[in-house]
């Protein structure tokens, strides 16, 4: 441990340069990551809920679009609504 702790000669307080306790928890996290395939599985899921979204916009009127972006997935009601919210 005292090779890994003193592997760096310059006192920095930059996290990932300075500390390499911090990048080998970085590296475990990612290695996790991969390990489980939690990318894919989130793709997985992210796909399984806008596809419920549209589902959902096709059976109620309140629902305009869904649309994804990224990570984001959004609804916006329809564009001929009245000032409460309601389709006219």
């Given at each position: 441990m005292d090779d890994?702790?003193?592997c760096?000669?310059?006192n920095s307080?930059?996290?990932?340069?300075?500390?390499?306790i911090?990048?080998?928890t970085g590296n475990a996290v990612?290695?996790?990551f991969d390990a489980h395939e939690l990318q894919a599985n989130a793709v997985e899921i992210g796909r399984?809920?806008?596809d419920g979204q549209r589902g959902l916009a096709t059976r109620y009127s309140l629902i305009g679009v869904?649309?994804?972006e990224g990570?984001?997935?959004?609804?916006r009601p329809p564009r001929d609504t009245t000032d409460d919210g309601h389709t006219r």
């Open positions: 890994l702790m003193n760096l000669t310059a307080v930059s996290t990932s340069r300075g500390n390499p911090a990048m080998a990612l290695d996790f399984f809920l806008f869904t649309h994804r990570r984001v997935v959004g609804q």
